[in-house]
C-alpha cells in the first residue's frame, strides 16, 4: 500500500476541480488532487499516485524511472495497480 | 562483494559499491536502519547486502504500517465489523493481519461484511451507495496515508454523509524513530529516511535526530541506487564528521514538505495521548485520532469496541524485528510456523514487512550465498 504510481494528468474536472483524470501505464482514472492548492495541478503534470491521491509532483523522467522500478518489483507492484485499476473514486 | 544479481542500474551500482567500500574506515562497523518498509523490500528484492561491505549493516525499521498495528486494534477492527448493519473496509494488505482471534479474512469467512478498497474515497462510494449500512473505514498509514483519510472526512461531512466513519489507526513516523534511539538495546550510526512520509512532512521536522542525538539521517528514494547513493551520503557524513539531515530524494520530496497536505491533516486529525504500536509498546503522542470537530465520524465514538490490549504470541519477535535488533530469520519461528499464508506476525503479512521482504527474496540469495560461497 505504500507504493506511489506515476500518472499523467489528462484532464482537471471542471464540475469536480479536486479531481483530475490521470493517464497510468495506458489507462485512464479519476484521481483526487485535494491535497494540492487549486491550479497547482495542471494538465500535463506528472503526479505520483497513493491511495487514489496526488502525492506528489514529479517530472517525466521522475515517472519513467519509478515506472521502471516499479515494474520490477513484480508483484508488488501488479497488485497495486489491479487495485488501482478497480478503484472508482469520485 | 560477493554474490550479485544483475539490475538495471548493476554497473553504477558497482561504481557506487566501491565509493562505499573506500568510504570505510578500516576496523568500523556501520550500522544504518532504514526506517521504511519500502527501502526494506528494495534492499532484499534487489540483493543490495550483497554490494555493501560487511562492516556496513543495514537494520530494519517500524516504517511499515501494517507491521506496527497490534492485535488488540484488529479484534476492535472485527468487533465492529460483526455488527450486522456494518460494511468494514480496509486496504488489502490489512485481511492477513493476525488479531487475537483471527484476521480480517477469517471474519469475513465467518460471515461478517469486510471489503477491500483502494482509496477511502472507494470507502466513501460504498457509504453513499448503501445508506441503510453503516460503513467503516479501517485507516492505517503514516503521515504519507493520513491526509487522504482527512481529505475523505472532510468530504463525508460536506456531503452529510451519516453513515460513514473511521477507525482511525494512523501513526507518525517522529516519535517511533525517537523511541528507537532511546532504547538501549540499539546502537544505530544513522538512518535512511522514509520517502514517501517526507513528502508530506518534509525533512525539517528530523532535525532533532542531528542536534539531540547526533546522528545523520538522509532522506532516500526507493530505487536500488537511491539507497546506495543513500548510504554513501551517511558515510561522508561520518567521514566528515558532519551530522546532518539530508535529502537524496529532492526530485520527489521538497524539503518543506506538503504544506497543503499538512494544513488538512491538522485540522481534522489529531494526536492522542499515547497509542500501542505492536512489538514497541506504547508510544506517547505517536498516533492521531479525528479531532474533536469531526468526532461525528470517529468509528471509536459511534461504536463500542472492546479496546483490550492483546498480547503478542509468545513465539512472535517482530518487536525485535521492528526495532532492528532481531534480522527476520533469527525469529523462532520464521519459515517455519511463521510463513506469509500463515503469518504469525505482522511483519510477515506486508511486503514492506520486514519477514515477508526476507521471505520472499532474500532467503533463496542467502541459500545460494551458502552455496557458491567457498567454505
Ligand atoms: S517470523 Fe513471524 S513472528 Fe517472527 S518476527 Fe517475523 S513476522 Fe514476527
Known amino acids: ?90 | 562483494m560477493r554474490f550479485v544479481d544483475e539490475f538495471r542500474d548493476a554497473e553504477q551500482a558497482r561504481a557506487l559499491a566501491a565509493r562505499i567500500a573506500a568510504r570505510c574506515e578500516p576496523g568500523r562497523t556501520y550500522k544504518f536502519m532504514e526506517v521504511c518498509g519500502g527501502h526494506t523490500h528494495t534492499i532484499y528484492q534487489h540483493g543490495l547486502e550483497d554490494y555493501l561491505p560487511e562492516q556496513v549493516e543495514l537494520v530494519h525499521g517500524p516504517g511499515c504500517p501494517v507491521c506496527v498495528i497490534p492485535m488488540g486494534r484488529v479484534d476492535d477492527a472485527i468487533a465492529i465489523a460483526k455488527r450486522p448493519e456494518v460494511i468494514l473496509t480496509s486496504f488489502g494488505d490489512m485481511m492477513r493481519v493476525p488479531g487475537g482471534d483471527g484476521s480480517f479474512l477469517d471474519a469475513k469467512a465467518a460471515g461478517a461484511d469486510i471489503r477491500m478498497v483502494y482509496s477511502p474515497l472507494d470507502a466513501l462510494k460504498i457509504a453513499r451507495q448503501h445508506p441503510d449500512r453503516q460503513v467503516v473505514f479501517m485507516a492505517i498509514g503514516f503521515e504519507t496515508t493520513a491526509p487522504s483519510t482527512a481529505v475523505t472526512v472532510l468530504r463525508a461531512k460536506a456531503e452529510g454523509l451519516a453513515n460513514f466513519s473511521v477507525f482511525c489507526n494512523h501513526v507518525t513516523i517522529l516519535p517511533a524513530i525517537k523511541a528507537i534511539l532511546d532504547s538501549p538495546d540499539q546502537r544505530l550510526d544513522g538512518f535512511l529516511g522514509p520517502g514517501h512520509v517526507s513528502t508530506v512532512i518534509g525533512c525539517e521536522p528530523y532535525r532533532f535526530i542531528a542536534e539531540q542525538y547526533a546522528k545523520p539521517l538522509v532522506v532516500a528514494g526507493f530505487e536500488p541506487l537511491d539507497i546506495l547513493h543513500s548510504i554513501d551520503m551517511l558515510l561522508a557524513q561520518l567521514a566528515d564528521g558532519r551530522c546532518e539531515i539530508e535529502n537524496q530524494y529532492s526530485r520527489v520530496v521538497p524539503w518543506d514538505g506538503n504544506p497543503t497536505a499538512l494544513k488538512v491533516l491538522g485540522d481534522v486529525l489529531e494526536l492522542r495521548p499515547f497509542f500501542e504500536w505492536r512489538g514497541l509498546g506504547f508510544i506517547s503522542h505517536s498516533a492521531l485520532r479525528l479531532s474533536e470537530a469531526y468526532a461525528d465520524f470517529d468509528a471509536e465514538r459511534r461504536f463500542d469496541v472492546p479496546g483490550v490490549r492483546v498480547a503478542d504470541p509468545q513465539s512472535c519477535q517482530c518487536g525485535e524485528v521492528l526495532k532492528g535488533v532481531l534480522k527476520p530469520w533469527e525469529c523462532k519461528v520464521f519459515g517455519t510456523a511463521c510463513t506469509p499464508e500463515t503469518p504469525i506476525g505482522t511483519c510477515m503479512v506486508s511486503p514492506e514487512g520486514a519477514c515477508a521482504a526476507y521471505y520472499n527474496f532474500g532467503r533463496f540469495r542467502r541459500q545460494r550465498l551458502l552455496q557458491v560461497t567457498p567454505r
Open chain 1, 1 to 90: 500500500m505504500c507504493l506511489g504510481i506515476p500518472g499523467e494528468v489528462v484532464e482537471i474536472m471542471t464540475d469536480r476541480p479536486d479531481l483530475a483524470q490521470v493517464d497510468v501505464s495506458g489507462v485512464r482514472r479519476a484521481i483526487n488532487i485535494g491535497l494540492f492548492e487549486p491550479g497547482e495541478i495542471t494538465e500535463g503534470d506528472w503526479v505520483l499516485i497513493h491511495v487514489g491521491f496526488a502525492l506528489s509532483k514529479i517530472d517525466e523522467a521522475e515517472a519513467t524511472a519509478a515506472m521502471d522500478f516499479l515494474k520490477s518489483l513484480g508483484d508488488a507492484y501488479a497488485d497495486e495497480l489491479t487495485a488501482l485499476r478497480s478503484s472508482t473514486i469520485d
